[in-house]
């Protein structure tokens, strides 16, 4: 209860003396710890006891240096909760959640079968550690598999635990118990399966036990399952005993003298609820009525957000959390306007979803490793929105600025670049645009798509109405250019064939390297062509 | 013997106090050889602390308060060798007042005893001589016995000690000396050496009462690292009351009837017949005089004191097998290796062999009766059983104290107490309530070492039980928490048919008003001159 810890820590780097037994220590209660299980018992709706009490569970164990494990045996933290899990048919069903109690978790120990010795990491001993028991309602291996991931999901949203499996931070002891299909249902003998680490385990866990409390009671009429408390191994897929009812140790529970009654104010309970951040199921609820984003988005936003970073101590993990970043998107984070501009929820979800993600998926990086802010995001769809750039300049931009992390906005990045688009004078005036960018430069095109060498046609361009660089708008210049250079199509087209001009507007995309909106240019090209306007 | 720190003020120049600390550690290398009072003697410190309230004060500390500069065993052989990573708050505090930590004094084991019979270290010799200057070696009392044998022969000038059900009062009153149990929580345990948390009190022995008031003004704060210390506001709340009802006292006294308003309650319990008239005669004289000094003598009643040492027993001894479940020989201290065969197929039973190779005979006593009393079968009638008498304990003299008990501060706590009578501040106390309680502090004078038995093994039984009836007297006020002084008896209300030898008495509060029990006390010191 009084160190810091992270599984990743080298051992015993990091114990305090009290968890180390030393003689004439005396435990202190993490405050921070009893927030976040205040927390976890507010997002199970359970009864939050005003008044539990702290105990003390004696064994000898070289995990256990004191000799005995702090937990609360008479009076729990928290009471009758109820948390629903999913249902292959989208249905939801209550488990009911007995009680949540606060521990100290004990040392790791590593055994090595080489020299037969036990490693102890102190690390770990006295970390708080809450322990979530449901009632007997889960009924099969899936249901136990959906119970811990949504428990996991649950936990990381309100950030009482990173619900990390591999590392220990979420662990897991099964109670399986079968009866006959004409016997009261819960009549069964229970057994416990120890530590269970992943979901997949677990699964494994109770299949392996199902299968033998089955065989057992259908071996004979008397046979009866023995109460007992069991082990899984990981490369067997079965379970097998540790020890029996008649074996298990009198752990001469005490009250501890020292952290005694541990009495909540009805206040603290209220701050804590009052700040409690979204849960996952109201979360998803948001998203599709509010948002109106499709199923898929909504479920590749609670996928990614469900592995938002969980910080110490549950503090706001910030812009970490997808579904948190999305909202800042959709409030206008990197507007230009003061107040802030809400964006179409819609365009931001397939920003977010296909072009981050999928950019990210493609650098085979996490949404943990994205390096570009809400902010820099929110501008940058601002920009294809107001046609500043274009849609596959964004997209470039995105994939350029998550090579190369900058904190620099958007429109200086692109400006940086030479990614600002053609402006049209049907557009409206681009000084309205948010970061209204004057450029006066040379670019230089090719012809050919697959060289970028400099090719003998200097282009000037600007997109700045104000620009006095050039008489002639970029863009027309560029069509002209191309125009010159495909004499032929343009005699054809001439004849009557006006599809043949693609290969133009194709040459002209080429050339604009993305700066140039197609329909625009066909429409230039058109009436460079035919004379039928002036752009 | 002895020296008051009051009286003579000790200089405060850096070469005299380096001087003055040699002469100290010499005192102590003369006289402790025969008395065995100092297990371990600190070096002076190169620089000593010039300054301070308690600068240049020699402090002997009990060996079972951790202290980063020397052993700290606990008079255990499971824990020799073991140097605390840290001090103990209270020497920690001790060391920034100026104090002179001269060295660690011997105890029973983990506390447990009262005798000081039980220590790896060998007994402590009660250094006490009477005018009849007769060779006789009787034991200092336990478990603090080298803290009072040391202040008794002169070797320092205070000591620290820890009481769990009489381990300072006891010695105190053997040895001749002042002995405090403070309210539980006022003094910090951490690095005190845990033998029962709920009852352990760090406390100060001393010749004189000023001594005793001067070191604990120093030691009683509030620290972050004791879950149990008593908060700031618990603390403001009971010194307000307290100091209320001392400014009355000091304005119905004079000075024909200096204790006028104080209302001194006799619990008739405290008087069992085990009580020898050597200890009732000069325990009434001091009663006799307070109230010609105009103090009220009302006698009353403690009507669960009876269940109190049985209750005492069983919590003790419950916490003890908690607390000592540590000590498994691997961390820290002695370690025995199995033994070629043995079978260490269990943790459990690896750690049985230095267990019981390493921890005395009344340790492995109560580790075994705390986890009798803590197993399934036995928790409802022993330990809850014995927690209930515990709180009838605590009514009993929430009942009789005119001052509120205001160690709890939370509202819910708060609420509950305003329903019982004793909450009721009232200027003028109910007519059965009283300021403070007199008593003996023993059932007799220091007990004879017989020169067979010095050993732990030899003990009988009988003497047992008559160690656990001497603590009827004591155990009461570590149950409720309550502040408690041992103080000599004036010699000349010795009983003349008496041994001779110094008999206390011991003056109780309630929770908080530790300074009203030590100006009674100071009365009672002042009878004798």
Redesign the interface.
């Known amino acids: 209860m009084t160190s810091e810890y992270s599984a990743h820590t080298p051992p015993n780097t990091n114990v305090s003396?009290f968890d180390?037994?030393?003689?004439?220590?005396?435990?202190?209660?993490n405050p921070f710890c009893v927030d976040l299980a205040i927390r976890t018992a507010l997002a199970l709706q359970c009864d939050i006891q005003r008044?539990s009490s702290f105990d003390?569970k004696?064994y000898?164990?070289?995990d256990l240096?004191?000799?005995?494990q702090i937990t609360q045996q008479y009076a729990p933290l928290a009471k009758n909760g109820t948390l629903f899990i999913p249902q292959p048919d989208g249905t939801q069903t209550p488990i009911r959640i007995k009680q949540i109690q606060l521990e100290q978790d004990t040392a790791k120990s590593t055994f090595n079968p080489r020299t037969q010795t036990s490693h102890i990491d102190l690390n770990r001993a006295g970390t708080g550690l809450m322990e979530i028991v449901s009632e007997a309602d889960l009924r099969s291996p899936e249901e136990a598999a959906a119970y811990i991931r949504t428990l996991q999901s649950l936990l990381r949203a309100i950030g009482s635990s990173d619900g990390n499996m591999e590392d220990g931070s979420l662990r897991c002891d099964v109670n399986v118990s079968i009866n006959r299909t004409d016997a009261q249902p819960g009549s069964g003998t229970r057994c416990e399966i120890k530590n269970l680490n992943s979901v997949k385990y677990i699964t494994a866990a109770i299949t392996h036990e199902i299968h033998r409390q089955s065989i057992l009671l259908t071996s004979s009429p008397e046979a009866r399952v023995e109460q007992e408390t069991r082990g899984f191994d990981e490369m067997t897929f079965e379970t097998f005993r540790l020890r029996s009812k008649e074996d298990a140790p009198?752990y001469?529970?005490?009250?501890d003298?020292?952290?005694?009654v541990l009495?909540l104010?009805q206040e603290r309970i209220d701050v804590i609820r009052d700040a409690l951040p979204e849960l996952p199921w109201t979360m998803r609820a948001r998203l599709k009525e509010i948002y109106a984003l499709s199923d898929r988005d909504v479920e590749v936003l609670l996928n990614i957000d469900s592995g938002r970073d969980v910080r110490y101590d549950g503090e706001d993990p910030g812009e970490s959390g997808a579904v948190k970043y999305f909202d800042r998107l959709v409030e206008g984070v990197g507007s230009s306007s003061d107040s802030g501009r809400q964006r179409d929820p819609k365009v931001v979800a397939n920003w977010m979803t296909h072009e981050l993600l999928g950019q990210l998926a493609s650098q085979k990086k996490t949404f943990k490793q994205n390096t570009i802010s809400a902010a820099q995001l929110g501008e940058l769809i601002d920009m294809v929105q107001q046609r500043a750039i274009t849609g596959t300049t964004g997209k470039h931009l995105i994939r350029h600025m998550l090579t190369n992390p900058t904190n620099d906005p958007p429109h200086k990045i692109a400006q940086d670049l030479d990614l600002l688009a053609f402006s049209s004078s049907q557009s409206s005036p681009p000084s309205s645009a948010p970061h209204a960018p004057i450029i006066n430069s040379t670019i230089s095109t090719s012809t050919s798509t697959s060289d970028p060498s400099p090719s003998s046609i200097p282009i000037p361009a600007s997109t700045s109405a104000s620009a006095s660089a050039s008489d002639t708008d970029p863009l027309t210049s560029l069509c002209e250019n191309a125009i010159a250079a495909f004499p032929s199509v343009v005699a054809a087209a001439k004849k009557g064939n006006k599809n043949v001009l693609n290969k133009i507007v194709g040459a002209v995309m080429r050339e604009s390297r993305g700066r140039a909106d197609a329909k625009r240019v066909k429409e230039v090209v058109e009436g460079l062509v035919y004379g039928s306007g002036e752009s | 013997m002895g020296s008051c720190l009051v009286s003579r003020r000790l200089v405060t120049s850096r070469r005299s106090l380096t001087t003055t600390a040699d002469q100290w550690r010499q005192i102590i290398h003369e006289r402790n050889p025969g008395i065995n009072a100092f297990v371990h003697i600190t070096p002076p410190a190169k620089v000593p602390s010039g300054h301070g309230p308690l600068a240049g004060t020699t402090v002997a500390v009990k060996d079972n308060i951790a202290t980063v500069d020397s052993d700290t065993t606990c008079s255990s052989k499971m824990l020799d060798g073991f140097q605390p990573p840290f001090d103990a708050t209270a020497v920690k505090l001790l060391r920034e007042a100026g104090a002179d930590i001269v060295g660690k004094t011997n105890c029973d084991e983990f506390g447990m005893g009262s005798l000081n019979a039980y220590s790896y270290h060998g007994p402590t010799v009660n250094p006490y001589q009477d005018s009849s200057d007769k060779l006789e070696r009787r034991w200092p009392g336990g478990s603090s016995g080298g803290s009072a044998a040391a202040v008794a022969a002169g070797m320092c000038q205070v000591a620290l000690g820890t009481d769990t059900g009489g381990s300072i009062r006891l010695p105190a009153s053997y040895c001749g000396v002042v002995g405090l149990k403070p309210s539980y929580g006022l003094i910090s345990r951490w690095g005190v050496v845990a033998y029962a948390d709920s009852l352990d009190c760090v406390g100060v022995l001393a010749s004189k009462v000023g001594d005793v008031r001067r070191t604990f003004g120093i030691l009683s704060t509030y620290d972050l690292r004791d879950p149990t210390s008593a908060t700031p506001e618990a603390r403001s709340r009971s010194s307000k009351v307290v100091k209320k009802r001392l400014s009355r006292w000091d304005a119905e006294r004079d000075a024909t009837k200096p204790l006028r308003g104080l209302r001194v309650g006799i619990p008739q319990e405290y008087f069992p017949s085990e009580l020898s008239p050597a200890v009732i005669k000069p325990v009434r004289n001091v009663i006799k005089s307070l109230q010609e000094q105009g103090a009220s003598v009302v006698p009353i009643s403690l009507p669960s004191t009876s269940y109190a040492l049985s209750s005492y027993y069983v919590l003790a001894s419950a916490e003890a097998s908690s607390n000592l479940a540590r000590y498994d020989g691997i961390q820290y201290g002695s370690h025995a290796r199995p033994p070629p065969g043995s079978d260490v197929s269990k943790t459990s039973r690896n750690y049985a062999i230095s267990r019981t190779k390493y921890f005395g005979p009344e340790v492995q006593k109560r580790i075994l009766l705390g986890t009798y009393a803590l197993t399934a079968d036995a928790f409802d009638n022993y330990f809850l059983q014995a927690q209930r008498v515990r709180q009838l304990v605590k009514n009993d003299f929430n009942k009789i104290f005119s001052l509120p008990n205001f160690y709890f501060t939370d509202p819910l706590v708060a609420s509950e107490q305003s329903r019982s009578p004793s909450s009721s501040s009232s200027s003028s106390a109910a007519p059965t309530q009283v300021d403070i309680l007199i008593h003996p502090s023993a059932i007799r004078t220091a007990p004879k070492m017989q020169p067979t038995t010095a050993t732990s093994e030899h003990k009988s039984e009988a003497t047992d039980t008559d160690s656990y009836v001497q603590d009827v007297l004591t155990v009461p006020a570590s149950l409720a928490g309550l502040p408690a002084l041992s103080v000599p008896a004036p010699k000349r209300f010795l009983d003349r048919e008496g041994d001779g030898w110094p008999i206390g008495v011991s003056v109780v509060g309630q929770w908080g008003s530790d300074e009203l029990v030590m100006r009674v006390g100071e009365v009672v010191e002042q009878l004798g001159a």
């Not at chain 1, 180390?20 to 209660?29: D, N, Y």
């Not at chain 1, 001469?252 to 009250?255: A, D, H, I, K």
């Open positions: 003396s180390a037994a030393l003689p004439g220590t005396l435990p202190k209660l008044q003390r004696h000898f164990y070289s240096p004191s000799g005995y009198d001469r529970y005490m009250p003298p020292n952290l005694g009495r104010s």
